[in-house]
């Protein structure tokens, strides 16, 4: 038996203007799971205190997609709160935890679909994911240059090539598995936004 409530909610589309309390949803559902994947991707080997397994970015065209501004938001309160329980201050790598909202905030402005339909939609989120991890990368490598651990000439040559890849990589392979089997229950729950903010 369906009461009146479940089926309001089965058949609610996109929310054209979210409420604070849908934003504020977003932003603690995308810190929550952002975080937990950053905090368990601590416990891979680490170069300079950079994650070599890294599937935190792997989330971002989904959450990008679904709550846009929020989903980026969220992402970057995800990687504060998870670097307070491994003992590293959260400061100094503000730059980086805020570049990182790009892997939220690039899929919501330049992709634009919830889902992914064909080979145009993975290519189109390709170098949407690419862009993203590019300007990531330098922004991190830029801030290990700045905190004197990497010199960015170096960093350019040795942390760059793997953090793009690896975040692509995550992008472009856990971001359409989690679009393709996840956007229905958002879109059911009405937790899926249509613009930007």
């Known amino acids: 038996m369906v009461d009146d409530n479940d089926a309001e909610i089965a058949t609610r589309g996109p929310v054209r203007g979210p409420s604070v309390s849908s934003r504020t949803v977003a932003v603690v559902i995308t810190a929550l ?5 950053v905090y368990v991707s601590n416990l891979a080997p680490q170069i300079f205190s950079l994650q070599l397994i890294y599937p935190a970015a792997g989330v971002g065209p989904a959450f990008g997609a679904w709550f846009g501004f929020w989903g980026g938001l969220g992402a970057i309160l995800g990687n504060v709160l998870a670097s307070i329980p491994i003992g590293q201050n959260p400061l100094p790598l503000l730059p980086a935890f805020l570049a990182q909202g790009l892997f939220m905030w690039l899929p919501a402005l330049l992709y634009r679909r919830d889902r992914v339909r064909g080979i145009g939609d993975w290519v189109r ?17 830029w801030n290990l240059d700045a905190l004197g651990q990497v010199p960015f000439a170096a960093g350019l ?5 793997g953090v793009v890849i690896g975040d692509t990589f995550w992008m472009v392979v856990l971001g359409p598995i989690i679009l393709n089997v996840v956007s229905p229950y958002v879109a059911k729950a009405g937790l899926s936004f249509r613009g930007f903010f």
């Not at 989120?125 to 330098?138: I, K, M, T």
């Not at 040559?157 to 090539?161: A, D, G, Q, Y």
């Open 125 to 141: 989120l390709f170098g949407v994911s690419l862009l993203a991890s590019v300007l990531v990368g330098l922004i991190l490598i």
């Open 33 to 37: 799971i952002f975080g937990a994947l």
């Open 157 to 161: 040559w040795t942390i760059f090539p």
